[in-house]
C-alpha cells in the first residue's frame, strides 16, 4: 500500500485526497489550518464537492487522516502540494508553495514522487521548488527523487465534471518523473494527458484560465455597448450559440471571481513581463473590463432607481447570491461582495441571501437575508449576482418592485438584465 500526503485541505486537496482513499491509498492531509484539521478528523466536510458521507466513508476505511504535522507525512511515496497561489499587491505570491517544500524536504526519500498542482507561472517547478526540496533533503530530481507538475481542473459545484472524469495533464522532469507521476493520476482518474515537460503544464494550465478570463471580458464588454444600442445581448448570444462551429458560449455578468479567472491570467502577464519585457495586452485589457464590472453593476442600480424617482442612499437592496458561480458557497475572489461594498459606501441599506455561503464571508454592514417573498417585496431593488437553482426566480420577479439581474435568469417588466 502506497502512502500518499496531499499538502492543504481545500477545494483542490480534499477531493483528491477522498478519491486516492477510494484507490487504495493510505492518505495523510498536511493542513496549516488546526480549525480544518479538527473538523475534518470529526467527519466535518466544509468543501462541498466532498459530502460529509464521503468524508465518513474515508474515515471507515482507516486509511485517511489529517494533520497540520509535516511529520505525518514521513515516509510518503507520493505528495500532490495543493496550496494557494494568490497575487500580493499584484505579485505572484509563491509563500505557501515554499512554505510546503521546505516543512516537506526533511521527510523526502530516494524513490519518492513530489507533485505540484498550484496554479503558477511557467518555471515555478523546477526553478523554484525543486531547489527548496534539495536544499532540505540532501537529494536531487531527476535522479533520487521524482518531481513533476499536474495543473488542478477542480470545477466547484460541477456535477457532471468531476475530478476522476476531468482529463488529468500530467509532466515530469524527465522521463522516469513522468512515468511515475503519470502511473499515480492513472488509478485517480480515467484519463490522463501527458506532456514534455512542467512548463508545459503549467502554460496550459495558465491557457486555459485566460481564454475564458478574454472570452468573458469580450462579452461583458459587449454587454455594455449593446444596452447603449439597444440592441438585447442575450438575444444575440442564444442566436449566435445556434451554430454548430468556430464559436463557444460565454456570458456576461457582474465580474469574474474564485482563484482561476482574477488570479492566474495575472500569472501569465507577469512572467512575459518579468521574463520578456512585454505587457501581455490580452490579459492587461480582459482584467481592465472584468475588474471595473462590479461597479457597471452599481451604476446601472444607481440609473434604475433613479428612473423609479429612488436615491440608492438609503434604499433597501436585496443581493441575491454572493459566492462567484451558482450552486457552491465559494466566495474567493466573488464580485458580489465588492457589488455589496460599492452599494454599502454609498449609503444602500444592503442585505444578502445566499443559502450555499458561510456567513462569515457576509462583508460588515450587510444584513443576512432569507431568499423569501417577504424579502422581496422590502427592497427597493433586488439584484441577481449568483443565479443558484436553489432561489425561486418567478417569486422574485413577481413579489419585487424591481430586479437588475446580471445572469439572464428572470423576465418581466419590472426586471432588467445586464
Known amino acids: 500500500m502506497e502512502k500518499l500526503v496531499v499538502v492543504g485541505q481545500g477545494y483542490v486537496g480534499l477531493p483528491l485526497a477522498v478519491r486516492a482513499v477510494r484507490a487504495g491509498f493510505d492518505v495523510v492531509g498536511v493542513e496549516v489550518d488546526e480549525l480544518r484539521v479538527k473538523r475534518l478528523n470529526a467527519g466535518q466536510s466544509y468543501v462541498e464537492d466532498v459530502g460529509d458521507d464521503a ?31 494568490p497575487l500580493t499587491d499584484g505579485v505572484p505570491d509563491l509563500s505557501h508553495i515554499a512554505s510546503a517544500g521546505r516543512s516537506l524536504a526533511p521527510y523526502l526519500r530516494p524513490g519518492a514522487t513530489v507533485v505540484l498542482e498550484s496554479t503558477t507561472y511557467p518555471g515555478t517547478t523546477e526553478e523554484y521548488l525543486r531547489p527548496i526540496l534539495e536544499e532540505g533533503s540532501g537529494l536531487r530530481a531527476p535522479g533520487d527523487f521524482h518531481l513533476g507538475y499536474s495543473p488542478e481542473r477542480i470545477d466547484p459545484g460541477n456535477a457532471r465534471w468531476r475530478l476522476e472524469n476531468t482529463p488529468k495533464v500530467v509532466s515530469g522532469l524527465d522521463d522516469a518523473a513522468l512515468a511515475r507521476v503519470r502511473a499515480f ?31 468573458i471580458a469580450l462579452v461583458n464588454e459587449l454587454s455594455v455597448f449593446a444596452r447603449q444600442l439597444g440592441i438585447d445581448v442575450w438575444e444575440a448570444i442564444d442566436a449566435a450559440s445556434s451554430k454548430p462551429f468556430g464559436y463557444m458560449r460565454f456570458t456576461p455578468g457582474p465580474g469574474v471571481g474564485g482563484h482561476c479567472l482574477p488570479i492566474d491570467p495575472s500569472y501569465l502577464s507577469w512572467k512575459v513581463k518579468r521574463s520578456l519585457g512585454h505587457n501581455f495586452r490580452f490579459v492587461e485589457l480582459a482584467n481592465d473590463v472584468n475588474d471595473h464590472m462590479p461597479a457597471h453593476v452599481v451604476d446601472r442600480l444607481v440609473l434604475a432607481l433613479n428612473d423609479r424617482r429612488k436615491a440608492v442612499n438609503g434604499s433597501r437592496v436585496l443581493l441575491l447570491g454572493l459566492s462567484y458561480k451558482k450552486n457552491t458557497g465559494d466566495c474567493r475572489e466573488s464580485p458580489a461582495l465588492e457589488v455589496a461594498r460599492l452599494l454599502r459606501r454609498l449609503g444602500a441599506r444592503v442585505y444578502a441571501a445566499d443559502p450555499h455561503v458561510d456567513l462569515a ?16 417585496a422590502a427592497a427597493d431593488a433586488v439584484v441577481i449576482l449568483t443565479d443558484h437553482d436553489c432561489f425561486d426566480y418567478e417569486m422574485i420577479r413577481r413579489e419585487s418592485a424591481f430586479v437588475l439581474d446580471t445572469r439572464n435568469r428572470c423576465r418581466g417588466p419590472n426586471v432588467e438584465r445586464l
Open 361 to 376: 464571508f457576509v462583508a460588515e454592514g450587510v444584513g443576512i437575508a432569507e431568499p423569501s417573498a417577504r424579502e422581496a
Open 185 to 215: 493520476y492513472e488509478t485517480v482518474v480515467e484519463r490522463v494527458v501527458p506532456v514534455s515537460s512542467p512548463q508545459v503544464a503549467e502554460l496550459c494550465k495558465l491557457l486555459e484560465n485566460t481564454f475564458r478570463h478574454v472570452n
Open 55 to 85: 468524508l465518513a466513508a474515508a474515515h471507515g476505511t482507516g486509511r485517511y487522516r489529517a494533520s497540520a504535522d509535516y511529520a505525518d507525512a514521513d515516509g510518503f511515496d507520493v505528495c500532490v502540494i495543493t496550496v494557494p497561489t
